[in-house]
């Protein structure tokens, strides 16, 4: 028994031995934490919530509200009327006498409860709230799809700053062998001081653009951080491969996938915002109607010629009011009219962008599915003109050491080798980086957006 727990314990800790410590990603894992951490992803969310708030907030104003008053007078100077003096026995007639009338103190409390029983702005205002919830959904979905891009796009830099720097470390190895090698054939006599200088000169171009890719390494992992919701400077660890990263982003069936615009989510904004310009109109119209509300009271109040409001003997007199206000709009010397045209034509006018938005999606497709396909064909290109660079460097390393070519030709034939170097590793961003692309626009990627609706 002691002995099975003892495997057990070993079991559970090889287990925790073999998962990535905190703060390592793969492309996948980096996309998913960002999409809960990224500032603006977190925002968002707050703005859903905030939209949910406030459509309870306009259906609630046509519900029963009930509102209390406390009020309290001291007449310091009391007012006097005068009343005829024959009213009173002996009063002459013709003479006034002076009376003050009540009491100097007043104390009253009221409640009183109130409903919309019509008024057709608050009906629009109801019919409103979905589209404003949608608006925020669809809000929060195209923040989302732009963190996912960015986030892949800082991914993909990262690892095209860490190859350049394994690539640069290579050459440098490379050229300080060739370098010391014919330093030695100079120094025997048996070479020119030229091609020792041109060697020490591709190798100085090298070690700078080495240096660079090391600070540049550190600048895109920071970007990386920040799209990623970490502080800039966290110990993030990349796990991924960036040639086995762009294999899998190799995927020309993704030009196949049948596009539906009312999933895109740009189409969906544009479409919010016509919807928005609808509802104004029928609100503008809305204003010509009348509207009925109703209220009921009740109070009680209490006079004393001292504030003794608050002892149990004060006697205090109820009293309750029920009542209707109906408003009904008749003349407004063309205002509601001119409003309502106003309104309407901001509605055809948001129809025609709607139209619009429509092409212009359509035609952003035809360029991302075209930029995907010339990435691929680039890095497949970039990928035989590397083979080639390689093979004509290597030959004119055997030539020059055998003193068939020059140092000239070997420093052209070495150029030629860094530059497609950088164009193949260049490529492999672009073709990551076009897929994502592609992906945003048909808004087909495989990660869950968990985007409430």
Same mark, same amino acid.
């Given at each position: 028994?002691?002995?099975?727990?003892?495997?057990?314990?070993?079991?559970?800790?090889?287990?925790?031995?073999?998962?990535?410590?905190?703060?390592?990603?793969?492309?996948?894992?980096?996309?998913?934490?960002?999409?809960?951490?990224?500032?603006?992803?977190?925002?968002?969310?707050?703005?859903? #919530?905030?939209?949910?708030?406030?459509?309870?907030? /306009?259906?609630? &104003?046509? *519900?029963? $509200?009930?509102?209390?008053?406390? %009020? @309290?007078?001291?007449?310091?100077?009391?007012?006097?009327?005068?009343?005829?003096?024959?009213?009173?026995?002996?009063?002459?007639?013709?003479?006034?006498?002076? #009376?003050?009338?009540?009491?100097?103190?007043?104390? /009253?409390?009221? &409640?009183? *409860?109130? $409903?919309?029983?019509?008024?057709? %702005? @608050?009906?629009?205002?109801?019919?409103?709230?979905?589209?404003?919830?949608?608006?925020?959904?669809?809000?929060?979905?195209?923040?989302?799809?732009?963190?996912?891009?960015?986030?892949?796009?800082?991914?993909?830099?990262?690892?095209? &700053?860490?190859?350049?720097?394994?690539?640069?470390?290579?050459?440098?190895?490379?050229?300080?062998?060739?370098?010391?090698?014919?330093?030695?054939?100079?120094?025997?006599?048996?070479?020119?001081?030229?091609?020792?200088?041109?060697?020490?000169?591709?190798?100085?171009?090298?070690?700078?653009?080495?240096?660079?890719?090391?600070?540049?390494?550190?600048?895109?992992?920071?970007?990386?951080?920040?799209?990623?919701?970490?502080?800039?400077?966290?110990?993030?660890?990349?796990?991924?491969?960036?040639?086995?990263?762009?294999?899998?982003?190799?995927?020309?069936?993704?030009?196949?996938?049948?596009?539906?615009?009312?999933?895109?989510?740009?189409?969906?904004?544009?479409?919010?915002?016509?919807?928005?310009?609808?509802?104004?109109?029928?609100?503008?119209?809305?204003?010509?109607?009348?509207?009925?509300?109703?209220?009921?009271?009740?109070?009680?109040?209490?006079?004393?010629?001292?504030?003794?409001?608050?002892?149990?003997?004060?006697?205090?007199?109820?009293?309750?009011?029920?009542?209707?206000?109906?408003?009904?709009?008749?003349?407004?010397?063309?205002?509601?009219?001119?409003?309502?045209?106003?309104?309407?034509?901001?509605?055809?006018?948001?129809?025609?962008?709607?139209?619009?938005?429509?092409?212009?999606?359509?035609?952003?497709?035809?360029?991302?599915?075209?930029?995907?396909?010339?990435?691929?064909?680039?890095?497949?290109?970039?990928?035989?003109?590397?083979?080639?660079?390689?093979?004509?460097?290597?030959?004119?390393?055997?030539?020059?050491?055998?003193?068939?070519?020059?140092?000239?030709?070997?420093?052209?034939?070495?150029?030629?080798?860094?530059?497609?170097?950088?164009?193949?590793?260049?490529?492999?961003?672009?073709?990551?980086?076009?897929?994502?692309?592609?992906?945003?626009?048909?808004?087909?990627?495989?990660?869950?957006?968990?985007?409430?609706?």
């Amino acid at each position: 028994m002691k002995h099975n727990f003892l495997i057990f314990l070993l079991f559970i800790a090889g287990s925790s031995m073999a998962q990535d410590p905190p703060g390592n990603f793969s492309l996948n894992e980096a996309i998913a934490f960002a999409l809960e951490n990224n500032y603006s992803a977190v925002n968002a969310d707050r703005d859903i #919530i905030a939209a949910k708030k406030q459509k309870w907030e /306009t259906i609630a &104003a046509g *519900l029963p $509200q009930i509102d209390g008053a406390i %009020s @309290y007078q001291n007449q310091l100077k009391q007012p006097v009327s005068q009343i005829p003096a024959e009213f009173f026995d002996g009063g002459e007639p013709g003479t006034f006498v002076p #009376i003050v009338f009540g009491q100097a103190q007043q104390a /009253t409390a009221v &409640a009183t *409860l109130t $409903q919309k029983i019509f008024d057709g %702005s @608050y009906i629009v205002g109801v019919q409103a709230t979905k589209t404003f919830l949608d608006y925020s959904a669809n809000n929060k979905e195209k923040t989302l799809l732009d963190i996912r891009k960015a986030v892949t796009e800082a991914y993909g830099n990262v690892l095209l &700053a860490q190859e350049s720097i394994s690539i640069f470390e290579k050459n440098i190895t490379n050229l300080e062998k060739n370098l010391f090698e014919t330093t030695k054939i100079h120094e025997n006599g048996l070479g020119d001081e030229e091609s020792v200088e041109q060697l020490q000169i591709t190798l100085s171009s090298v070690d700078n653009q080495l240096k660079n890719a090391v600070r540049l390494k550190k600048i895109t992992l920071q970007m990386l951080n920040l799209v990623m919701g970490n502080a800039i400077d966290s110990p993030t660890k990349l796990t991924e491969d960036l040639d086995k990263l762009t294999q899998e982003q190799l995927e020309p069936g993704l030009l196949e996938t049948q596009f539906n615009i009312e999933n895109n989510v740009d189409f969906k904004l544009a479409n919010n915002l016509n919807e928005q310009r609808y509802f104004e109109w029928k609100l503008a119209k809305s204003r010509a109607l009348p509207t009925l509300n109703a209220f009921v009271n009740y109070g009680s109040s209490a006079f004393a010629d001292n504030f003794n409001f608050l002892d149990s003997n004060q006697k205090w007199f109820d009293f309750s009011i029920l009542g209707f206000d109906l408003n009904i709009p008749l003349f407004s010397s063309g205002k509601r009219s001119a409003s309502t045209a106003r309104a309407k034509i901001a509605f055809e006018k948001t129809k025609t962008q709607l139209t619009e938005a429509e092409e212009q999606i359509r035609l952003q497709l035809e360029s991302a599915k075209s930029n995907y396909i010339m990435a691929i064909e680039q890095y497949e290109t970039f990928k035989e003109n590397l083979a080639l660079a390689e093979r004509i460097e290597k030959k004119n390393q055997i030539k020059y050491f055998e003193g068939i070519a020059s140092s000239f030709e070997l420093r052209q034939a070495q150029t030629q080798l860094y530059d497609a170097q950088q164009g193949f590793l260049q490529s492999m961003v672009e073709v990551i980086n076009n897929k994502v692309g592609l992906e945003t626009i048909l808004n087909s990627g495989e990660i869950s957006l968990g985007v409430e609706k």
